[in-house]
C-alpha cells in the first residue's frame, strides 16, 4: 500500500517510480504530469505495491482534451511487473477514455489479451476539459467496484458498475500508462492524490436528517452523507407503513445528491403519520 500527493516535489523517492522517466515532471501545481512530445508515442511510470485484494484505490486525474482510440490513459490498479507495456504483464487497470468517452474497468491476461469487465457510461468525458476522482474497490468476495466523481473532488462519487473477477489475486507494481497521437495531446494529462489502501467495508447505515411529507404523493428523505447513487434510487430498498409499501420510484435531487424523492402510487392524506423503512442504506 502507498500514498503520493507529490507535495516533495519528486517521484523519484517516498515512493520512487520507475519506467520511462525522463516523460514526467511534478508541475509547480505538485502534480504528476506528462512531459513527452512525440507524436503517436506511449509511456508509462509505475511503483511498487504489492496490495491486490480486500484493496481500495483512489486517485485524482484531469485530462484537459477529449479522449479517443489513441488518446487515452490507462492506470494500472494491480501489475505483475513494473514494465506496464509488455503482452506478458498481468493485472487490472481502469482506462480513461478511448472512442466512446468512458472510465471503464479492463483485465489483461497473460496473453496480451484485454478484456473490458467493467463498461462505464459512454460520453461522460466527452468534453475538452476532464476533471475526476476515481476510487476503485474489491472486496473479500473479490467483487469490483468502479466509481467517479466528475467534480474532482470525491464527495460525489457514482457507481459505474460492479463485476466479480478473480483471475489474478496478487500484484507487484501499481502504474500509469498513457497513449497519444498529435502535439494536440502533449502535456496534458495530470495525476495527484494517489493512494493503494485496505478496504475497510463500511457497516454503518447513513442518518437520516430528515424525512417529510411534500404533496400527497411524493416524500422526500434526507441523508446526513452522501450516498451510493444506484442504493440509493433504488425504490426496492424502503417500505413505507400505513399500507403505502413500496415508493413507485426513489429519485436523487438534481442538487443534492443525500436528498431522495419519493413518489407514492396513490394519494395520502397530508397528516398521515408515516413510517419509512430502508433496506439496503
Known amino acids: ?18 519506467g520511462n522517466t525522463s516523460d514526467w515532471l511534478v508541475n509547480p501545481a505538485l502534480q504528476l504530469q506528462s512531459y513527452n512530445t512525440v507524436v503517436n508515442s506511449t509511456f508509462y511510470l509505475s511503483t511498487a505495491n504489492t496490495l491486490a485484494t480486500t484493496a481500495q484505490w483512489d486517485l485524482y486525474a484531469n485530462l484537459t482534451f477529449n479522449p479517443s482510440s489513441t488518446n487515452y490513459a490507462d492506470v494500472y490498479l494491480t501489475a505483475s511487473a513494473r514494465d506496464i507495456t509488455l503482452n506478458t504483464t498481468t493485472g487490472y487497470f481502469v482506462r480513461i477514455g478511448n472512442t466512446t468517452d468512458e472510465i471503464s474497468l479492463y483485465r489483461k491476461d497473460a496473453s496480451g489479451v484485454v478484456t473490458k469487465i467493467i463498461d462505464g457510461v459512454d460520453g461522460v468525458l466527452n468534453t475538452s476539459n476532464n476533471i475526476m476522482k476515481i476510487r476503485v474497490v474489491r ?15 470525491g464527495s460525489s ?17 501499481f502504474g500509469i500508462f498513457i497513449k497519444q497521437s498529435t502535439a494536440s495531446f502533449f502535456q496534458r494529462h495530470f495525476f495527484d492524490d494517489i493512494q493503494v489502501q485496505p478496504f475497510v467495508p463500511d457497516v454503518t447505515p447513513p442518518a437520516i436528517v430528515s424525512a417529510n411529507v411534500i404533496t400527497a404523493t411524493t416524500v422526500d428523505v434526507l441523508f446526513i452523507q452522501t450516498v451510493d447513487l444506484i442504493t440509493l434510487q433504488t425504490a426496492s430498498n424502503y417500505s413505507i407503513s400505513n399500507g403505502v409499501g413500496i415508493p413507485s420510484s426513489s429519485v436523487s435531487d438534481f442538487l443534492n445528491i443525500s436528498l431522495v424523492h419519493h413518489s407514492l402510487l396513490e394519494k395520502r392524506p397530508l397528516q398521515t403519520i408515516l413510517q419509512l423503512t430502508d433496506h439496503a442504506i
Not at 473479500?140 to 466528475?150: E, I, K, M, P, Q
Open 1 to 18: 500500500q502507498f500514498t503520493d500527493n507529490f507535495s516533495d516535489g519528486n517521484f523519484t523517492v517516498n515512493p520512487a517510480w520507475g
Open 157 to 173: 462519487y457514482f457507481t459505474e458498475g460492479t463485476v466479480t473477477d478473480a483471475t489474478f489475486t496478487t500484484s507487484a507494481f
Open 139 to 153: 472486496n473479500a468476495a473479490n467483487v469490483w467496484t468502479l466509481s467517479r466523481d466528475l467534480t474532482g473532488t
